[in-house]
C-alpha cells in the first residue's frame, strides 16, 4: 500500500509557518503595551508630587509658578503621548490577533480538508491488511497435511 498523500500538505505546511509569524508579533509587542501602560501613573503621580511640594512651600514666587505651569505642560504633552503610543500599541495587537485568527482558520480549514481523504486512506488500508491477512491465513490453511 502507497503511502498516504495529501495534495495539498505543502500549502498546509505553510501555512502552519506562517501562522508562526503573527504568535511572534503579539508577543514581541506585549512589552511596548505593558511600557506605555505602566508609564502613565509614574507621570500622574510625579506631577501631583509637584502639586503638593509648591502648595506646602510657605514663600512662593512667580518664577516657581512659571516653572510649575511649563512641567504641568510639559506633563499633560507627555501624558497625550503616551495616550496615543498605548492606542497605537493596542492597534497593533488588535491587527495582530486577527491576523493570528485568520492564519489559524486557514490551517484549519486545509487541516480538514485533509481529515476525509486520511480517513478513507485508512479504510482502504485497514481492509488491505485484513484482505493480506486471510490470504495468508488460507495459504497456511492449504499447506496442512490433512
Known amino acids: ?9 505543502k500549502v498546509l505546511e505553510w501555512r502552519r509557518s506562517s501562522s508562526k509569524s503573527p ?7 506585549s512589552p511596548d503595551w505593558q511600557n506605555w501602560t505602566a508609564s502613565a501613573p509614574t507621570w500622574k503621580s510625579a506631577g501631583m508630587g509637584a502639586e503638593t ?5 510657605n514663600n512662593v514666587r512667580g518664577w516657581d509658578l512659571d516653572a510649575f505651569d511649563h512641567f504641568r ?5 507627555e501624558e497625550t503621548r503616551i495616550t496615543s503610543q498605548r492606542e497605537a500599541a493596542a492597534r497593533k495587537t488588535a491587527e495582530q ?19 476525509r481523504p486520511l ?11 485484513e484482505e493480506l491477512a486471510s ?4 495459504a497456511q490453511w492449504n499447506r496442512r497435511p490433512v
Open 135 to 138: 490470504e495468508t491465513f488460507l
Open 73 to 77: 505642560a510639559r506633563m499633560k504633552k
Open 23 to 29: 504568535r511572534r508579533a503579539i508577543s514581541s509587542n
Open 119 to 129: 480517513a478513507d486512506w485508512k479504510a482502504a488500508r485497514d481492509r488491505e491488511l
Open 1 to 9: 500500500m502507497n503511502a498516504f498523500h495529501f495534495p495539498l500538505d
Open 53 to 57: 511640594d509648591l502648595r506646602q512651600r
Open 97 to 115: 490577533q486577527q491576523a493570528l485568527m485568520e492564519a489559524w482558520r486557514q490551517c484549519r480549514l486545509l487541516e480538514r480538508l485533509r481529515e
